[in-house]
């Protein structure tokens, strides 16, 4: 599966985005997925998690209660809400595939990746 995420750009602190990952080539509806996020010179970390059939959700905890994720299979897409935007989440963000019913935390439990989008926070 090939994903492309996007929506990605500068934002003020206290601001929102919504980031969006496509895919092509399967159908979306048998992955978990997974959003990940890597800032300059740190390593990439989990960020949030939806099971395929999009009922259940884990959260990182520097970002629970502020980011959702969500996804529509129909459209062959996942999303991250993210708002109360702070200078700490600028990082390049990432959508991961997972060919199983359940998420995972760990980057190795992911097999496809997306080539990731660009967050930016200003304070």
């Known amino acids: 599966v090939q994903l492309q995420a996007s929506g990605g750009g500068l934002v003020q602190a206290g601001g929102s985005l919504r980031l969006s990952c496509e895919a092509s080539?399967?159908?979306?509806?048998?992955?978990?997925m997974g959003w990940f996020r890597q800032a300059p010179g740190k390593e990439r970390e989990f960020v949030a998690a939806i099971a395929w059939s999009g009922h259940h959700t884990y959260y990182a905890e520097s970002v629970k209660g502020r980011f959702n994720i969500s996804r529509d299979n129909a459209k062959n897409a996942v999303y991250l809400q993210m708002s109360s935007l702070g200078p700490e989440d600028t990082a390049v963000y990432y959508c991961a595939a997972r060919p199983a019913p359940y998420f995972s935390t760990p980057i190795g439990g992911y097999n496809f990746w997306g080539q990731g989008t660009q967050v930016t926070v200003s304070s």
């Open positions: 080539g399967r159908t979306l509806s048998n992955y978990a």
